[in-house]
């Protein structure tokens, strides 16, 4: 386990932007595939982007494509989630994972974090 932790959520207003962090103490993280999923109340968890552990291959979503993106950077152990002109539709909580396989399927990660609210006001 490599007990991810999520910051950077908040308030912001629609066409605002937010950046999210995904830190780890364990040096094991770097060697992982991270993704961020979301969950909005009542709806189910939503696959949202993910990185290889190198950093140089990257997936998202359909809904974020072009105003989300992905990054890390294993020197401070941290994964980040640039997220530009934001929608209401964006509202949920955003969850960090990590796992051994580039995959767009919750189930395929190991290690999550707590989450982090983003609220996007109309």
């Known amino acids: 386990q490599v007990q991810p932790v999520e910051s950077g959520g908040g308030l912001v207003q629609a066409g605002g932007s937010l950046k999210l962090s995904c830190a780890a103490i364990?040096?094991?993280?770097?060697?992982?595939?991270v993704a961020w999923f979301r969950q909005a109340p009542g709806k189910e968890r939503e696959f949202v982007a993910t990185?290889?552990?190198?950093?140089?291959?990257?997936d998202y979503a359909d809904a974020v494509k072009g105003r989300f993106t992905i990054s890390r950077d294993n020197a401070v152990n941290t994964v980040y989630l640039q997220m530009n002109n934001l929608k209401p539709a964006d509202t949920a909580v955003y969850y960090c994972?990590?796992?051994?396989?580039?995959?767009?399927?919750?189930?395929?990660?190991?290690?999550w974090g707590q989450g982090t609210q983003v609220t996007v006001s109309t």
């Open positions: 364990k040096r094991v993280f770097t060697t992982y595939t």
């Open positions: 990185i290889t552990r190198r950093g140089f291959a990257t």
């Open positions: 994972a990590a796992g051994p396989n580039f995959s767009r399927t919750a189930g395929t990660y190991t290690d």
